[in-house]
């Protein structure tokens, strides 16, 4: 069903937005203070391309920099990307049709309007990698699976 719906969303305008959002992150990337800015751009562009089958995530290991860059970003561009995916969501939202695609705009907004300290993730049902390597997982100290000891027989 995800398939189905990212078929969809890329005929009906989900191609154009991530080829906007990468353009910008290009552009961006042209000088090398935009870089940082850049890169976020193209992991939106990503995400905004296939947003069915993913889900945003925390980054555990983001510190004071991403906070930083995050209210930088918000004033200069997150509240009116954050605005557009909005209205586009409503406007989609009047017919049932558009409703899955709605949603997908709404799950670009938290991404839209702070876009460091955050993780493009997977979703998988049963599958620990849908949360990150980092926060569970074998091999992970914080992990209660890894403090697990394994006997074998013989």
């Given at each position: 069903m995800r398939t189905i719906f990212n078929i969809v969303w890329v005929a009906f305008g989900g191609l154009w937005l991530a080829a906007l959002y990468a353009a910008?992150?290009?552009?961006?990337?042209?000088?090398?203070i935009g870089i940082p800015v850049g890169i976020?751009?193209?992991r939106i562009a990503g995400y905004a391309l296939w947003p069915f089958g993913r889900t945003l995530v925390d980054n555990p290991d983001a510190g004071a920099p991403s906070l930083l860059?995050?209210?930088?970003?918000?004033?200069?561009?997150?509240?009116w990307l954050a605005?557009?995916?909005?209205?586009?969501?409503?406007?989609?939202?009047?017919?049932i049709v558009g409703i899955?695609?709605?949603?997908?705009?709404?799950?670009?907004?938290?991404?839209?309007?702070?876009p460091y300290g955050k993780r493009i993730m997977r979703v998988g049902i049963g599958d620990y990698r849908s949360y990150g390597p980092e926060i569970v997982?074998?091999?992970?100290?914080?992990?209660?699976?890894?403090?697990?000891?394994?006997v074998f027989p013989g």
């Open positions: 910008a992150g290009l552009l961006a990337c042209l000088t090398i976020a751009c193209l860059a995050n209210i930088a970003w918000v004033l200069l561009a997150g509240w605005l557009g995916h909005l209205t586009t969501a409503l406007a989609q939202a009047a017919t899955p695609l709605a949603i997908a705009n709404v799950k670009l907004i938290p991404v839209s309007l702070f997982g074998p091999g992970n100290p914080r992990s209660r699976r890894s403090r697990e000891h394994v």
